[in-house]
């Protein structure tokens, strides 16, 4: 059973510009989230989404950032006119279901972005 | 709101001995759920650990156990004969149970760097 994936692993922005993040969770599972890892920090949650959903955003910066996880397709985090300010680590988890199972988020090896 | 704190910035070990790492949390939920994640040089997110809230006996995945005082909101994961590829940053994390506030996300601590010495 593949593990999550994300795509790209590497992404170098110049100010201005938008980066897509991409996230393929893992078989089976339907919820996923998304977390930001600025250097030297922890990392810190962004967005949790089901299928065609946004269950909390409250994580999300108000302006430029976006997500979605449509039926088809991986999820994907859109930033809008990157600033240098953006340039983290971006992890993306899933989880199964809705079960006592579900509780257990499963990391990907996230995207690193360099924002110029 | 959840916090998550992990007082110690950096710990060493030397191999084949035994290390804990702590971890404090604050909380008003009833139900939720706790992890120890490892991020080693390769930065991929690894689940060490995870305790049910609800569960009074403590979780243990071979070397790795955990010391879980719900009472005292700790939670501190000991690693037993460690091993040199033990060494990475550990993080704590708390998510809430469904239902509650914090359901979906989880809270991580700063991290705990381990260095494991031969």
């Known amino acids: 059973n593949a593990g999550v994936m994300q795509n790209p692993r590497h992404l170098v922005r110049r100010r201005g510009q938008e980066a897509r993040l991409r996230c393929s969770p893992m078989?089976?599972?339907?919820?996923v989230y998304w977390y930001r890892q600025l250097p030297e920090e922890g990392l810190k949650f962004m967005v949790y989404?089901?299928?065609?959903?946004?269950?909390?955003e409250s994580g999300m910066p108000k302006e430029r950032f976006s997500a979605e996880f449509p039926k088809e397709g991986p999820s994907i985090l859109r930033i809008q006119q990157v600033v240098r300010g953006d340039s983290a680590a971006y992890f993306c988890?899933?989880?199964?279901?809705?079960?006592?199972?579900?509780?257990?988020?499963?990391f990907g090896p996230g995207t690193r972005l360099l924002v110029l | 709101a959840q916090t998550v704190t992990q007082s110690q910035p950096e710990m060493s070990v030397q191999e084949a001995e035994t290390v804990t790492l702590s971890c404090t949390y604050d909380?008003?939920?009833?139900?939720?759920?706790l992890f120890w994640y490892k991020q080693p040089p390769s930065r991929q997110m690894i689940l060490v650990i995870r305790?049910?809230?609800?569960?009074?006996q403590n979780a243990t995945e071979n070397r790795f156990s955990v010391n879980f005082q719900k009472a005292a909101k700790s939670f501190s994961l000991k690693i037993s004969d460690s091993q040199l590829g033990d060494a990475a940053m550990y993080f704590c994390?708390?998510?809430?149970?469904?239902?509650?506030?914090?359901?979906?996300?989880?809270?991580f601590g700063q991290g705990t760097i381990l260095t494991v010495h031969p």
């Open positions: 988890a899933s989880s199964p279901l809705s079960s006592r199972s579900s509780e257990t988020q499963y």
């Open positions: 078989k089976g599972h339907s919820h």
């Open positions: 989404l089901q299928k065609e959903n946004i269950i909390d």
């Open positions: 909380t008003s939920e009833s139900d939720y759920y």
């Open positions: 305790q049910e809230a609800y569960k009074q």
């Open positions: 994390a708390y998510r809430g149970g469904a239902g509650g506030t914090s359901y979906g996300k989880l809270t």
